[in-house]
């Protein structure tokens, strides 16, 4: 029994000293044939026999082969399952924890008693947000963070500028999403805003409206005030 503890540990320490040189000789390979390749955060093994994950810039995925001889970017696709399997990790990667949101650089609006918790990126020229903001008026009891995220045009940064500055944010804000009413020319340290950008880049946030609610799930896209209140319901943080 003992011989047998003592070969099993042997074995493992070599699947282990294998897996490292493996890893190493991926990025070392990599780095010297693709210099312009950044640096890899992690190299991991996939479902894939002989096919890596190799991992970039927090969460930009590429797989490549044992030796590095070969880099692919795309989707990998379980097809048995019918999962994309890339995308379930980006979902991992980028997942947003509730606590973790820069809440100091969004603005609350609270209807009711507050006790439910949701956040929202949006730009203030989302045609889309507009449509979300109208059916969030319906929701009740609710604490909303808005995060002013422009990403579709300059106008968009003024906007969220004039909205940031304003004395009383949610009301211009709402004013200019609901009622069509411009936010009035306003001055102040907005560096908020471009803090929400910076943010929102690394979480791949790439669409507006984004919905995070207080158990983590994000919700790309506009939706309706039935399943608002259906993931304010579900939502354990």
């Given at each position: 029994?003992?011989?047998?503890?003592?070969?099993?540990?042997?074995?493992?320490?070599?699947?282990?000293?294998?897996?490292?040189?493996?890893?190493?000789?991926?990025?070392?390979?990599?780095?010297?044939?693709?210099?312009?390749l950044?640096?890899?955060?992690?190299?991991?093994?996939?479902?894939?026999?002989?096919?890596?994950?190799?991992?970039?810039?927090?969460?930009?995925?590429?797989?490549?082969?044992?030796?590095g001889?070969?880099?692919?970017?795309?989707?990998?696709?379980?097809?048995?399952?019918?999962v994309?399997?890339?995308?379930?990790?980006?979902?991992?990667?980028?997942?947003?924890?509730f606590?973790?949101?820069?809440?100091?650089?969004?603005?609350?609006?609270?209807?009711?008693?507050?006790?439910?918790?949701?956040?929202?990126?949006?730009?203030?020229?989302?045609?889309?947000?507009?449509?979300?903001?109208?059916?969030?008026?319906?929701?009740?009891?609710?604490?909303?963070?808005?995060?002013?995220?422009?990403?579709?045009?300059?106008?968009?940064?003024?906007?969220?500028?004039?909205?940031?500055?304003?004395?009383?944010?949610?009301?211009?804000?709402?004013?200019?999403?609901?009622?069509?009413?411009?936010?009035?020319?306003?001055?102040?340290?907005?560096?908020?805003?471009?803090?929400?950008?910076?943010?929102g880049?690394?979480?791949r946030?790439?669409?507006?409206?984004?919905?995070?609610?207080?158990?983590?799930?994000?919700?790309?896209?506009?939706?309706?005030?039935?399943?608002?209140?259906?993931?304010?319901?579900?939502?354990?943080?």
């Open positions: 029994m003992k011989l047998l503890k003592t070969c099993l540990i042997a074995a493992l320490a070599a699947l282990s000293f294998a897996a490292l040189a493996q890893e190493a000789a991926i990025r070392k390979n990599l780095a010297e044939r693709l210099p312009n950044p640096a890899i955060d992690e190299v991991s093994k996939t479902p894939m026999p002989g096919v890596f994950e190799v991992r970039v810039n927090q969460s930009e995925i590429f797989y490549t082969d044992a030796e001889n070969y880099l692919i970017q795309g989707s990998m696709i379980d097809t048995k399952a019918r994309d399997l890339t995308e379930q990790r980006l979902d991992k990667l980028t997942a947003i924890a606590k973790d949101l820069p809440l100091k650089d969004a603005f609350t609006i609270v209807r009711g008693n507050g006790k439910r918790k949701m956040a929202v990126f949006e730009d203030p020229n989302c045609g889309y947000c507009k449509r979300f903001e109208r059916d969030l008026m319906k929701i009740d009891n609710v604490t909303v963070h808005v995060f002013l995220y422009p990403i579709l045009s300059a106008d968009s940064g003024e906007k969220s500028r004039h909205i940031w500055c304003a004395k009383d944010k949610g009301k211009a804000f709402l004013d200019w999403m609901v009622r069509d009413v411009t936010p009035p020319a306003a001055t102040c340290d907005a560096a908020a805003v471009a803090r929400n950008f910076e943010f880049k690394k979480a946030i790439t669409g507006t409206p984004t919905i995070i609610f207080a158990d983590g799930t994000r919700v790309p896209g506009a939706i309706g005030a039935d399943r608002i209140e259906k993931q304010l319901a579900e939502a354990k943080p």
